[in-house]
């Protein structure tokens, strides 16, 4: 298994336990991580808002192919964010899983309440490339609110960051 943090900063030399950042608070202070499986869900500038959803075990068929048609995972951003999303280069820390138990199946979450150190850290210089090497297809859209909607609302596995981020509905 493979954990990663994906960061804005290239300088992390040590991930130390924190609160939260969610309003989740059970779950106390730790290092986050996220698994090689869900890690397209993060290959996007930080404050990036974005609607990310794959099939999951309970996915109709129908649903499949409204939403999926012949990818694997979808990841979708509003366009306005598509600038910063070609100018953002991206710092990739690979972390040891040892001290990592699993928080989230769903979402891919892991956490340590140790600090960790990373394995290593590489950059990622074009976003988009990215994405598309880790077989996410990318949808750039004029609104998210509708995608959004129509994802929560359906059978698939969804992940829905940084709305607070996105303009006001229409």
């Known amino acids: 298994m493979r954990l990663f943090h994906v960061s804005e900063d290239f300088t992390i030399g040590r991930f130390d336990p924190r609160p939260s950042p969610s309003t989740n ?31 999951g075990p309970q996915t109709t068929a129908e649903d499949a192919e409204r939403f999926l048609g012949g990818a694997t995972q979808v990841v979708a951003f509003p366009v306005e964010w598509l600038a910063t999303v070609r100018t953002t280069r ?32 590489s950059a990622v210089d074009d976003v988009l490339a990215a994405l598309a090497r880790s077989g996410a297809e990318v949808r ?19 992940s829905i960051i940084r709305y607070r981020n996105a303009k006001p509905r229409a």
């Open 140 to 158: 750039i859209v004029q609104d998210v609110w509708p995608l959004r909607d129509a994802v929560v609302g359906s059978s698939l596995r969804f």
């Open 90 to 121: 991206l710092a990739l820390y690979e972390l040891p899983p040892e001290t990592f138990v699993e928080a989230d199946a769903e979402a891919g979450y892991w956490i340590s309440r140790e600090a960790v150190e990373p394995l290593g850290v």
């Open 25 to 55: 608070t059970t779950l106390g202070t730790c290092v986050w991580s996220i698994c090689e499986a869900h890690l397209p869900n993060y290959l996007l500038p930080r404050d990036c808002p974005r609607v990310c959803f794959r099939r």
